[in-house]
């Protein structure tokens, strides 16, 4: 069964580090998501994305963050300058264009910010 | 906005007990509806889904119904095991594929033997 993978599992960074989180959709899903999942408390959506622009970003969501499909496979969130807040579960989610939105999330990258 | 509001935890129960988790919401329109599991140290997997008024979502035994006139989508097992202890999501999306879920708080369910 296709399923949604996430590298690294964890990440541990510098306050002020850039870092970049990955993830590979499923191969026929057009819709790609980010969440977060700080310690303890409830997802959080922060992006989605569809044909190579965004379509829909939290509060959250800031400068600092960006996101790129740089290749036909992976689908990538950047943080430029990292702060301790932004230590968290970070989960990668896919969906297709069809099925009432069904999304289908990979393992999740911990990013802890030292 | 949309939210959704979860019974809070944790729920601790004996194997082969009963268990309802209470899930409502608030929505414009006609979202799809969503149970979420996420195992210690796992991702989130979807549990079971339903899509309009009176739809049962159902797998592993959980079941939960669409209620439009109560907007609940309580989540329910007759016989728990050990193994269903985890941390479950209600959610909730527009149906329209590209759109935020929004989740609930969570609630943590440990089962003893």
């Known amino acids: 069964e296709p399923e949604v993978t996430q590298t690294p599992s964890h990440q541990v960074t510098q306050m002020g580090q850039e870092v970049i989180l990955r993830c590979v959709p499923i191969?026929?899903?057009?819709?790609f998501y980010w969440y977060r999942q700080i310690l303890g408390q409830k997802v959080e959506f922060l992006v989605s994305?569809?044909?190579?622009?965004?379509?829909?970003k939290s509060e959250i969501f800031d400068d600092q963050f960006s996101v790129e499909r740089p290749d036909g496979s992976n689908f990538t969130l950047k943080i430029r300058s990292t702060k301790l807040e932004d230590s968290a579960m970070y989960f990668c989610?896919?969906?297709?264009?069809?099925?009432?939105?069904?999304?289908?999330f990979g393992p999740g990258t911990r990013l802890t910010v030292l | 906005g949309n939210s959704v509001t979860q019974m809070e935890g944790p729920v601790t129960l004996s194997e082969e007990a009963f268990l309802t988790i209470n899930c409502t919401y608030t929505?414009?329109?006609?979202?799809?509806l969503f149970w979420y599991v996420q195992y210690p140290g796992e991702g989130l997997q979807l549990l079971l889904k339903?899509?309009?008024?009176?739809d049962k979502g159902s797998n592993k035994g959980f079941e939960a119904t669409y209620r439009k006139e109560t907007t609940s989508f309580h989540l329910e097992k007759g016989s728990v095991q050990v193994s269903d202890s985890a941390v479950y999501f209600c959610?909730?999306?527009?149906?329209?594929?590209?759109?935020?879920?929004?989740f609930g708080k969570g609630t943590t369910l440990s089962v003893s033997s």
């Open positions: 989610a896919s969906s297709p264009t069809s099925g009432n939105n069904e999304q289908f």
């Open positions: 191969s026929n899903h057009l819709y």
């Open positions: 994305f569809y044909n190579n622009e965004i379509s829909e």
């Open positions: 929505a414009t329109g006609y979202p799809s």
């Open positions: 339903a899509t309009k008024a009176d």
């Open positions: 959610a909730l999306s527009d149906r329209q594929a590209g759109t935020a879920l929004i």
